[in-house]
């Protein structure tokens, strides 16, 4: 099977920058599109970043500008810059990918998700 793992999550000042990882292992064939979530306490989940297999990427409007998404296909991860963080960008990030695999000799195909890793932006 296919595990997510995040990383690079913890406290920082408003301002202050953070890198997240999400590390994809498992049976892989490939990696379509990636995606970086949030969910704040009392707000919906939030799709915060996306990157698509041949690199384009979008971002929620809340980000533009100081968040950037990154893949490294060689080691089957991506990542999310962070800079100039608020208070407002504190939640816990979650990181989702469309994978293929293989299970029991058969390729397939589903939406995997990360565990999350708080991020608290405070003074």
């Known amino acids: 099977q296919v595990q997510l793992v995040e990383s690079g999550g913890g406290l920082v000042q408003p301002g202050g920058s953070l890198r997240l990882s999400c590390a994809v292992s498992?049976?892989?064939?490939?990696?379509?599109?990636m995606h970086w979530y949030r969910h704040a306490p009392g707000k919906e989940r939030e799709l915060v970043a996306a990157i698509t297999s041949g690199g384009s990427t979008n971002y929620a409007d809340s980000v533009k500008g100081r968040f950037t998404i990154s893949r490294d296909n060689t080691k089957n991860a991506f990542y999310l810059q962070m800079n100039s963080l608020k208070p407002e960008d504190t939640a816990v990030y979650y990181c989702n990918a469309e994978i293929s695999l293989w299970i029991a000799l058969s390729r397939r195909t589903g939406d995997y998700w990360g565990q999350g890793t708080q991020v608290t932006v405070s003074s």
């Open positions: 498992g049976s892989i064939i490939s990696i379509n599109a």
